[in-house]
């Protein structure tokens, strides 16, 4: 059975920062795009940040600088380092991986994604 499973959400002031991680187990994901996405209520969920086999990275225009990701192979995750969060960064955040052939850090989106995690919330305030 294929799980991915957050940890590390929770709350935190204005300009603090959180430490998200997902642990994969049931296949390897070592030759896949993974990623963060998040979704506050009512809205759609949305790319955060992904990261390739290779190491390479994507961020969104509202995170880049502020967020970090990274991947550890040989433990089966993938991790969200986020500093100088702003009330805005508050929503239900999701490890996800993308199995496609062609899966790259700049297709990767909701629809293409195949594994999604639980969710993990993260509620900043002001």
């Known amino acids: 059975q294929v799980q991915l499973v957050e940890s590390g959400g929770g709350s935190a002031q204005a300009g603090g920062s959180l430490r998200l991680s997902c642990k994969t187990s049931?296949?390897?994901?070592?030759?896949?795009?993974l990623g963060w996405f998040r979704q506050a209520p009512g809205k759609e969920r949305e790319l955060v940040a992904a990261?390739?086999?290779?190491?390479?990275?994507w961020y969104s225009d509202f995170v880049k600088g502020r967020f970090t990701i990274s991947r550890d192979n040989s433990e089966n995750t993938v991790s969200l380092q986020m500093n100088n969060l702003k009330p805005e960064d508050t929503a239900v955040y999701y490890c996800a991986a993308d199995t496609r052939v062609t899966a790259t850090i700049r297709t990767m989106t909701a629809s293409s994604v195949d594994y999604w995690g639980q969710g993990t919330q993260v509620t900043v305030s002001s």
């Open positions: 990261i390739s086999y290779g190491y390479s990275t």
């Open positions: 049931g296949r390897t994901f070592s030759a896949d795009v």
